[in-house]
């Protein structure tokens, strides 16, 4: 069983700034990409950043320049730095990660439960 606990979302003005963690724990044997999406009410969940184990980043092009992703391999944690936040940028953020659980088993995705950002105008 692998989980995922997310931690830091809020509310802010904009331009303000928050960071987001994610914790993957359980039965762990790697983890490949891990990421953050998101999504707000009536949308569907959009990308908002991933990175790979060795440190390779990918962003929307709507928070590039902004947000910044890093990880802690040793402590399976992704981080989500967001600067210069937008009222745009409200909705749930869900953390994601590629682990495998065993080295025989394939690489499977899990979700953690989200946590709201809401940027205030």
């Known amino acids: 069983q692998v989980q995922l606990v997310e931690s830091g979302g809020g509310l802010v003005q904009a331009g303000g700034s928050l960071r987001l963690s994610c914790a993957a724990s359980?039965?762990?044997?790697?983890?490949?990409?891990m990421g953050w999406y998101r999504q707000a009410p009536g949308k569907l969940r959009e990308l908002v950043a991933t990175?790979?184990?060795?440190?390779?980043?990918n962003y929307a092009d709507s928070v590039k320049g902004r947000f910044t992703i890093v990880r802690d391999n040793g402590k399976n944690t992704v981080y989500l730095q967001m600067n210069s936040l937008k009222p745009d940028d409200t909705a749930v953020y869900y953390c994601n990660a590629d682990v495998q659980v065993l080295p025989i088993i394939a690489h499977m995705g899990y979700w953690g439960q989200g946590t709201q950002v809401t940027v205030s105008s």
């Open positions: 359980g039965s762990i044997y790697s983890i490949n990409t």
């Open positions: 990175i790979t184990t060795g440190g390779s980043t």
